[in-house]
């Protein structure tokens, strides 16, 4: 079939899945009045590929059919197929005004993850299931998400341990059948999972010999019987109290995913208790999702300067000492950012087969990226001021008896209307909520896990610059 538009992505998703919102089951999540907002952001993806402006980088040759496909699905190999994507997923975030699509991205992470794995197994038949999934991905252009946290219980407690209170907190096999194998458990905090057509599930940290039921990955569709899904609550549109905007509000939603003795086929199945590679899985997961996290923050890290910068000028403020320190602070968080980003592509490397960005660069950038996150919120809400939470609503603007004292009052810069420093305040209000902040912090790993992996890919270059300074002291170490 190839690749898919917009309006076929939309009508994939009516095909019985089981959704609940707000205490609703809901029908269709792409006519749904609040889901549905969160489905037209996953088909910028879609609408990419058949703009002229972003087909090329969209969309690319299968070196091995010579067939169109989405660059997503392309196994990397290079530090030009880790650049595009890279390019490729700063735009669509850029045309998502600031939101990823996600309807290839993350998945995409998992499915490289996945096939890192096998090869570095030497597992010919996991080998052949994901090199075959993945051209049902490229032939069919499905949506995927990736499953990865589970909801762990005590997390104190190994997965197996008989102390927790039961044994499903984390996902895992309970039987083996000749048609596949049935699992139970379920996932949490999983972006896009609600209008994706496919779940990736991989697990979410390492795992002993006693875990080995734990240690599994699969691909399933999300309509699959024994398959619940529970989104949480958002803002889907404009509130009646801020100023009219034409342009789409953004935004997606995160599922708990309940498996409830779910049966997938041996040829969806990627890990079936080889306990000690889960760790691999994990890692190869984190480390490509990082690179994803990395380009995706760098348009909202535009923003933050953006209405930094115009929040000043409005305010009148923009020739203080203080405040060119305070942009020059963004600049350099901004600019940090996209270069270690690329950085990390340039100076890729090799893993099982599939060119991944350099892992210290990719982790610096994210811990870079959240370590520091909310001393940029912080800077832009002071450039604010005061009446970035304390400003009459657009509700109160609009009365005849208001508006012309407000007008008069509420004005910064004599040549920027009260209107206009308004809108900008409901702008700052949107990108700096709270649920972005616990995203921005948590999303793709903590920083301590960034701090760590680090450390842990940096023991080389501690130890080679050790070897140089005890050169340069003519150390002689005893034997």
Not at 304 to 310: P, R, S
Request: charged letters at 25%.
């Amino acid at each position: 079939m190839g690749l898919i538009t917009p309006q076929q992505y939309r009508d994939s998703l009516n095909d019985g899945r089981i959704v609940y919102y707000k205490g609703e089951k809901v029908e269709n999540v792409a006519t749904h009045p609040n889901l549905g907002v969160c489905t037209d952001l996953m088909a910028i993806d879609y609408e990419m590929c058949e703009d002229p402006k972003y087909r090329d980088l969209a969309v690319m040759e299968d070196p091995e059919t010579g067939k169109e496909i989405s660059r997503y699905y392309h196994k990397p190999q290079n530090s030009d197929d880790l650049l595009k994507a890279h390019e490729l997923i700063v735009k669509a975030t850029e045309l998502g005004d600031g939101y990823i699509p996600l309807a290839h991205d993350i998945g995409a992470d998992a499915l490289n993850a996945i096939e890192i794995t096998a090869n570095m197994m030497g597992n010919e038949e996991y080998m052949k299931r994901i090199a075959d999934y993945r051209k049902v991905l490229q032939e069919q252009d499905l949506a995927t998400c990736a499953a990865v946290t589970d909801v762990k219980g005590d997390r104190m407690l190994r997965p197996s341990d008989p102390a927790q209170a039961h044994p499903d907190f984390n996902v895992r096999v309970v039987e083996k059948t000749d048609e596949g194998i049935i699992v139970r458990g379920a996932k949490v905090h999983i972006t896009g999972a609600a209008y994706c057509n496919d779940i990736i599930a991989i697990p979410c940290h390492a795992m002993t010999e006693a875990d080995s039921d734990y240690a599994v990955a699969f691909a399933i569709p999300a309509n699959t019987k024994g398959i619940t899904q529970v989104c949480r609550p958002f803002t889907s549109h404009i509130s009646s109290l801020e100023f009219p905007n034409t342009r789409p509000l953004r935004v997606h939603t995160d599922s708990l995913i309940i498996f409830d003795d779910v049966l997938v086929p041996w040829e969806r199945v990627f890990l079936c208790g080889e306990s000690k590679f889960a760790a691999t899985m994990v890692y190869n997961f984190a480390l490509m999702h990082r690179r994803t996290g990395c380009s995706y923050r760098i348009p909202l890290s535009e923003q933050f300067v953006g209405v930094a910068a115009a929040i000043s000028e409005y305010n009148g403020i923009t020739k203080a000492p203080h405040v060119k320190e305070k942009l020059i602070d963004l600049v350099i968080y901004l600019e940090t950012l996209k270069s270690l980003s690329k950085t990390a592509c340039y100076d890729f490397v090799m893993r099982g087969g599939v060119a991944v960005p350099n892992p210290i660069a990719t982790n610096m950038a994210k811990y870079h990226f959240a370590h520091n996150y909310h001393d940029v919120v912080k800077i832009v809400e002071d450039l604010a001021g005061g009446l970035l939470v304390t400003a009459p609503t657009y509700k109160d603007y609009q009365l005849p008896e208001l508006q012309p004292d407000i007008d008069k009052y509420l004005q910064g810069a004599k040549h920027i209307s009260t209107e206009n420093r308004l809108r900008m305040m409901d702008l700052i209000r949107r990108i700096t909520t709270a649920d972005l902040e616990t995203i921005c912090l948590h999303g793709e790993g903590s920083p301590m896990a960034e701090r760590m992996t680090i450390f842990m890919e940096g023991g080389k270059v501690i130890k080679e610059c050790q070897a140089l300074v005890e050169e340069m002291a003519q150390v002689v170490r005893s034997k």
